[in-house]
């Protein structure tokens, strides 16, 4: 087992990449109190981000989550955050639990947009527990040619 994706809490984040925000902080946690499954819930938030023609399309995977508990925002005009909460288990004193696997708690992913983005018609659907946002891209501006006549 490797020591480095248990740093980076097991994250399939490119820090190379520019257009992702999900670098890893080394300080985050320390001044605020945390627990592993915060923390656990913030990094199972995977989101796939795929280009096609027409627009740029997130995929998200919050199984358990109902819409009401994500928030899909745009941020100085280039950078979308989908974020929410899932609810946590009602604990009763008498229950002894053997084992907590599903994530609760808060998430978040921050992601720059490309100047091509249309943020005023980002479109966002729920369904089965998979989060899609759709933002429509620009047309390609091209270039404009003048043909210059040669004399002499």
Do not use: C, Y
């Amino acid at each position: 087992m490797s020591l480095v994706p248990s740093l980076f809490g097991g994250r399939r984040s490119n820090v190379f990449d520019p257009f992702s925000l999900d670098a890893w902080d080394p300080f985050e946690g320390l001044f605020t109190p945390s627990s592993a499954r915060d923390i656990a819930a913030f990094t199972n938030a995977r989101v796939d981000w795929k280009e096609t023609p027409e627009a740029h399309v997130f995929k998200a995977d919050l199984p358990g989550l109902k819409k009401e508990e994500v928030k899909v925002e745009v941020e100085d005009k280039n950078i979308l955050q989908i974020s929410g909460e899932g609810s946590k288990e009602n604990e009763e004193k008498n229950d002894k639990w053997h084992r907590v696997e599903r994530a609760s708690g808060k998430f978040m992913r921050r992601f720059k947009l490309p100047e091509n983005a249309k943020i005023e018609e980002v479109k966002a659907t729920m369904e089965n527990g998979v989060l899609t946002v759709t933002v429509p891209k620009a047309p390609e501006k091209k270039p404009e040619v003048k043909s210059i006549d040669i004399s002499g």
